[in-house]
T-cell receptor
Framework: EAGVTQFPSHSVIEKGQTVTLRCDPI?????LYWYRRVMGKEIKFLLH????????ESGMPNNRFLAERTGGTYSTLKVQPAELEDSGVYFC?????????????FGPGTRLTVL | RKEVEQDPGPFNVPEGATVAFNCTYS??????FFWYRQDCRKEPKLLMS???SGNEDGRFTAQLNRASQYISLLIRDSKLSDSATYLCVVNGYGKLIFGTGTRLQVFP
């Protein structure tokens, strides 16, 4: 069974440009999460989709970030315009259910560098 | 105060040693806890789940003390391949709340 995949693996852009990250969850997983790790800090939650609906977007830093999950399959996270502090590793995770015991499986991440 | 706190280490131990990591969490209502392992420049991977007082899987033992809001991970007979960062994670009603991780380096 394929795991969570993310594209691209690396992205280097200049401040002010736009970048779109993509995540394909494990097939059949209704729950999709975005997390981010900035250098020297812990991994932090950004948002949670259940199918195509945003369940919790409390971690989104500001309105320069837009996440979508049309059709309830893959998700995109767009940063527009990118700022220097957006640099970090963006992880996507998916899970079958939302419960205290349910496991979230992580993708390999997209390393974003904003110059 | 951070929601999940860990000693960042690094812990440098010889092969065969026993090493323990500790973690404290701030939300007393938290229900489930995890230890994830993260290798350099890789994604976090689930190592163990901790729901009741503890859990054991081979050389790894995780324990939970709800009264003290404390979780631990014990690794016995350390292997070179155990070198990684160990992330203490609390389930915050769907979203995961991570500690900064404890780095372990096992040397020959």
């Amino acid at each position: 069974e394929a795991g969570v995949t993310q594209f691209p693996s690396h992205s280097v852009i200049e401040k002010g440009q736009t970048v779109t990250l993509r995540c394909d969850p494990i097939s059949g997983h209704d729950n999709l999460y975005w997390y981010r790790r900035v250098m020297g800090k812990e991994i932090k939650f950004l948002l949670h989709f259940v199918k195509e609906s945003k369940q919790d977007e409390s971690g989104m830093p500001n309105n320069r970030f837009l996440a979508e999950r049309t059709g309830g399959t893959y998700s995109t996270l767009k940063v527009q315009p990118a700022e220097l502090e957006d640099s970090g590793v963006y992880f996507c995770a998916s899970s079958q259910d939302v419960g205290f015991t349910d496991t979230q499986y992580f993708g390999p991440g997209t390393r974003l560098t904003v110059l | 105060r951070k929601e999940v706190e860990q000693d960042p280490g690094p812990f440098n131990v010889p092969e065969g040693a026993t090493v323990a990591f500790n973690c404290t969490y701030s939300n007393s209502a938290s229900q489930s806890f995890f230890w994830y392992r993260q290798d350099c420049r890789k994604e976090p991977k689930l190592l163990m789940s901790v729901y009741s007082s503890g859990n054991e899987d081979g050389r790894f033992t995780a324990q939970l003390n709800r009264a003290s809001q404390y979780i631990s991970l014990l690794i016995r007979d350390s292997k070179l391949s155990d070198s990684a960062t160990y992330l203490c994670v609390v389930n915050g009603y769907g979203k995961l709340i991570f500690g900064t991780g404890t780095r372990l380096q096992v040397f020959p």
